[in-house]
């Protein structure tokens, strides 16, 4: 009777940040050896599965790893040699806030203090950035204003919306970044 050995990683989470950690002695020695593992776990747990993936080297005295496949990190691109804290704390704050976090970690490029400031910047998803201009403007009570011009002169005024979505991001209000399932996160461009 074969028993099987249990496994020391846990089988994957669907849609979950996670990182293939690989054995860097054996991958310059042309084997594959690595882990995947979730990364949305303290970073002393991380550290501890890949040391573990170390002990288990085909090649002695590994000690160096890198990054050589991610999924589940929503627009941000781990480097090879990111830091797994950093890793960590953008995976935690891609599962606490959603896919959004993702693009706000890839605009900050992952700088600590800026992924805190995701929840005061962040504006939505919409369908484009022209559909935020539009509610933002109903929001500022632009159709009373143009409810308030004379019968005769309504055909004649118009919002260039399109042009001022524009303008609020190339004059640095806002900024997007692509949705997952299509549309744009919209985020405030003054933080």
Known sequence: MNEQQPSNEMPPQPDRPRLYVANLAAYNNGLLHG??????????EIESQVQAMLRRSPVPLAE??????????????????EPLERLALIAHGIVEHGPAFGGWADHCGGDAEQLDQFEEAFRGEWDSLTAYTEELLDDLGASETLAAVPAWLQPY????????????????????????????????GTR
């Open 35 to 44: 882990v995947w593992l979730d990364a949305d776990q303290e970073v002393d």
């Open 64 to 81: 160096e790893v890198a990054v050589h496949d991610y999924e589940g990190f929503a627009g941000y691109r781990p480097s090879e040699f």
């Open 157 to 188: 005024v118009q919002l260039d919306v399109e042009a001022l979505a524009r303008d609020l991001q190339l004059g640095g209000d806002v900024w997007t970044a692509p949705a997952e399932g299509g549309g744009v996160y919209v985020f405030d």
